[in-house]
């Protein structure tokens, strides 16, 4: 069997991708099969290029010489080949390090990845695209996770298996974990947090939360698509349940976020409480120091406590039965088109029961001199 040669892609060839994953009008699965990518390889190209951006307004660092390999094994030998290998190699990610995989060379693959500190069986891993029968299992699990919380991948299985798809428990829970849902249940506190990452108290109980602009909640929902997938961040005023921002995105980063979070502040002010779950791009530096020079005070829920953003869960359902599910939207554009276009309704035309039958809009703007008041 012959072997599949080893794809080197250029620095023009990564920054053309990192640069489509960043216009974000694609998703990571389109662009993987346009590419011939695998979506980790882009996403790890788009940090590297956000995190670099801010150099080119700095200091320009003094590129290191570039040492010919050939050169250094004729002279020194197999050891010093080796240890030049290893210097660079341990610069990156595991995508990366993988990239720095060649097969013509004198090394062995076995012998590289050791240096790598990878396993040869990921040397040699081709990935394959997330396949149409996948994407149509995620939906439906999404789906069956949005009526019932509480469903396990053993109970999704089942529940799979009673409509006739035929999928194995442990692929369930991959495809589980590529959403980012799990089931939602009380569970001991297993878990070491980020040591980097500060987790605040839940401050919303027993509160009274009667006016607008009080409290507001934020959180993120995975949106299915015709090919491949988004992610849909949304910020609500608790009391009125109006939807403030939004912003779609077809990766799960902080960036999209602080975004949404700023069209928050500049269109609507601040609120006196920020509710959000223990997410990463929620605890992460940069979202909390948002917050904080605003005079924010941050609450986040009990980990596993979906109850505590319950009114942001049941907008999530609202939208996905009333606008997503009915839509498979075939671009990321059209998905931003959609979703926006049932915002503006939603805030203003659609009646809540439990705001007596008044719009989110009608029921924030009638308690505005409310907070000029309080003010």
Known sequence: MSRRPRRNHSPAFKAKVALDAVRGEKTL???????????????????????????????????????????????????????????????????ERKAMIQPAHELSIKRQAQLLDISRG???????????????????????????????SRMLCAMLGREGMRVGRKHVATL???????????????????????VYPYRLKGLKIDRAN??????????????????????????????LAHRVSIGMDTSFCLAALEEAFARHGRPEIFNTDQGSQFTSAAFTEAL?????????????????????????RSIKYEEIYLHAYDSVSSARRGIGRYI???NARRPHSTLDKSSPDEYYFALLPAIEQAA
């Open 344 to 346: 503006a309704f939603y």
């Open 176 to 198: 589980m974990a590529r959403i980012g849902i799990e089931a939602l249940y009380r569970k001991p506190r297993t878990t070491t947090r980020h040591p980097g990452h500060t």
């Open 29 to 95: 699965a389109e662009l993987a099969k346009q590419d011939n990518v695998h979506p980790n390889q882009i996403t790890d190209w788009k940090t590297q290029l956000l995190e670099r951006a801010s150099g080119m307004f700095g200091a320009v660092a003094s590129a290191e010489p570039k040492t010919d390999l050939k050169e250094v094994h004729a002279k020194i030998g197999q050891q010093a080949l080796e240890i030049d290998f290893l210097s660079s190699a341990r610069q990156g990610r595991t995508a």
């Open 292 to 316: 904080s020079s605003k005079g924010v005070t941050i609450s986040m829920d009990g980990r596993g406590c979906w109850r505590d953003n319950i009114f942001i869960e049941r907008f999530w």
């Open 214 to 243: 009080k409290v507001w909640a934020m959180d993120i929902t995975y949106v299915p698509m015709a090919r491949g997938w988004v992610y849909l961040a949304a910020i609500i005023d608790w009391a009125s349940r109006r939807v």
């Open 122 to 152: 990921t040397a040699y891993y081709v990935s394959r695209g997330v396949s149409e029968a996948d994407q149509q299992l995620m939906k439906r699990i999404d789906a069956l996770h949005l009526e019932h919380p509480f469903s396990g």
